[in-house]
T-cell receptor, first 111, second 114 residues
Framework: LAKTTQPISMDSYEGQEVNITCSHN???????ITWYQQFPSQGPRFIIQ???TKVTNEVASLFIPADRKSSTLSLPRVSLSDTAVYYC????????????FGDGTTLTVKP | DTEVTQTPKHLVMGMTNKKSLKCEQH?????MYWYKQKAKKPPELMFV???????INESVPSRFSPECPNSSLLNLHLHALQPEDSALYLC?????????????FGPGTRLTVT
């Protein structure tokens, strides 16, 4: 299983762009990279998933370099409600659903 | 309906009790998961069911017993738990396709073992 490493915490201000990087040096060929957001006492919520290059949806972008050993979640123009823990998850269903969450990055958005 | 529901929301049980956690989804997902999450830690995978069959048991103690009665339901039976088993128990579901899987999580059951 790929081990993931993320910064423990990050601070930002409202309206700024936030980039959170996840390192996954031993990612396997079939593995996908998925990011989740979690608020206290709630289940994680899917944000975005990618395999390579760049993926964008209505809430975030995910940048994955060619070697796939890291990935960067980009949140444009954050607001106070984006204060949460963000997890990257690396895995593939072809590994029978096995995957490992990173330790998570606590993002605090200040006014 | 993109919701995973879990009951109960909170559960307090003694070490000699037997209780069950319930999870339900109606998204047609054929994979369902149980995770355990301690405070300020990431979720830890416990069990995975695919097509109603147990496919992964991450060396979980036998006092936790999962059950998948049908494709929409997932139960976790609890017996003779220890205080260190107190945690947030999360259920998730996903489609099974290619290698990717987007997991939908329920709100969790907050379990306290006294």
């Amino acid at each position: 299983l790929a081990k993931t490493t993320q910064p423990i915490s990050m601070d930002s201000y409202e309206g700024q762009e936030v980039n959170i990087t996840c390192s996954h040096n031993n990612i396997a060929t079939n593995d996908y990279i998925t990011w989740y957001q979690q608020f206290p006492s709630q289940g994680p919520r899917f944000i975005i998933q990618g395999y390579k290059t760049k993926v964008t949806n209505e809430v975030a972008s995910l940048f994955i370099p060619a070697d796939r050993k890291s990935s960067t979640l980009s949140l444009p123009r954050v607001s106070l409600s984006d204060t949460a823990v963000y997890y990257c998850l690396v895995g593939a269903w072809t590994n029978a659903g096995k995957s490992t969450f990173g330790d998570g990055t606590t993002l605090t958005v200040k006014p | 309906d993109t919701e995973v529901t879990q009951t109960p929301k909170h559960l307090v049980m003694g070490m000699t009790n037997k209780k069950s956690l319930k999870c339900e989804q109606h998204m047609g997902h054929r994979a369902m998961y149980w995770y355990k999450q301690k405070a300020k830690k990431p979720p830890e995978l416990m069990f995975v069911y695919s097509y109603e069959k147990l496919s992964i048991n991450e060396s979980v103690p036998s006092r936790f017993s999962p059950e998948c009665p049908n494709s929409s339901l997932l139960n976790l039976h609890l017996h003779a738990l220890q205080p260190e088993d107190s945690a947030l128990y999360l259920c998730a579901s996903s489609q099974i396709r290619d290698s990717s899987y987007e997991q939908y999580f329920g709100p969790g059951t907050r379990l306290t073992v006294t």
